[in-house]
T-cell receptor, first 115, second 111 residues
Framework: EADIYQTPRYLVIGTGKKITLECSQT?????MYWYQQDPGMELHLIHY???????EKGDLSSESTVSRIRTEHFPLTLESARPSHTSQYLC??????????????FGSGTRLTVV | QKEVEQNSGPLSVPEGAIASLNCTYS??????FFWYRQYSGKSPELIMS????GDKEDGRFTAQLNKASQYVSLLIRDSQPSDSATYLC???????????FGKGTSLLVTP
């Protein structure tokens, strides 16, 4: 079944640790995104990618990096976690159409707590 | 001015009533509009997309778009308690690189 997967679902980690949040999709979508969402707040774009070897920063500077070596895989890395990084991280993907922007399919999210 | 604005609510409607959710956007040349439903602690789920002025119906949901007024709405007919969630309005900007989301409207359907 075509889907988008995020691991881990929950992560508690100490300050200063390096972490990678995983995101994979089986829908063959070219476009992938990372958003950050605090409880009751709006989604903020962190990074996006239009295809392999294409990555761009979004509006929210979160001191993170991404890579897109394979179409299906879009991991997010925090080099040094801080308590301010505590949040929910949502990965999404969408198809690329000629002259049409499609909606996203979201993964289940990773809830990160930095202590 | 925020790019996508929604009344945060909560909007409370009785079971069986019509729920009306509204959204305004600032980018006059936006072309693609979406409604997502998000249950507490879950990720957003796409429920409607609309690209042209007018109404688009899908089951109990109707999306309405008025580009001249920069306004998009979602009607939920015969509201059910299971419709209780936060509804997010999302709009692609003219650059088209990603969706901008509103803060969401919390809907509560009371039995």
């Amino acid at each position: 079944e075509a889907d988008i997967y995020q691991t881990p679902r929950y992560l508690v980690i100490g300050t200063g640790k390096k972490i990678t949040l995983e995101c994979s999709q089986t829908m063959g979508h070219d476009k992938m995104y990372w958003y950050q969402q605090d409880p009751g707040m709006e989604l903020h774009l962190i990074h996006y990618s239009y295809g392999v070897n294409s990555t761009e920063k979004g509006d929210l500077s979160s001191e993170s990096t991404v890579s897109r070596i394979r179409t299906e895989h879009f991991p997010l890395t925090l080099e040094s976690a801080r308590p301010s990084h505590t949040s929910q991280y949502l990965c999404a993907s969408s198809a690329k159409g000629a002259g049409v922007n499609y909606g996203y399919t979201f993964g289940s999210g990773t809830r990160l707590t930095v202590v | 001015q925020k790019e996508v604005e929604q009344n945060s609510g909560p909007l409370s409607v009785p079971e069986g009533a019509i729920a009306s959710l509204n959204c305004t956007y600032s980018d006059r040349v936006s072309q693609s509009f979406f409604w997502y439903r998000q249950y507490s602690g879950k990720s957003p789920e796409l429920i409607m997309s609309i690209y042209s002025n007018g109404d688009k119906e899908d089951g109990r949901f109707t999306a309405q778009l008025n580009k001249a007024s920069q306004y998009v709405s979602l009607l939920i007919r015969d509201s059910q308690p299971s419709d209780s969630a936060t509804y997010l309005c999302a709009v692609y900007s003219n650059s088209g690189y990603a969706l901008n989301f509103g803060k969401g409207t919390s809907l509560l359907v009371t039995p």
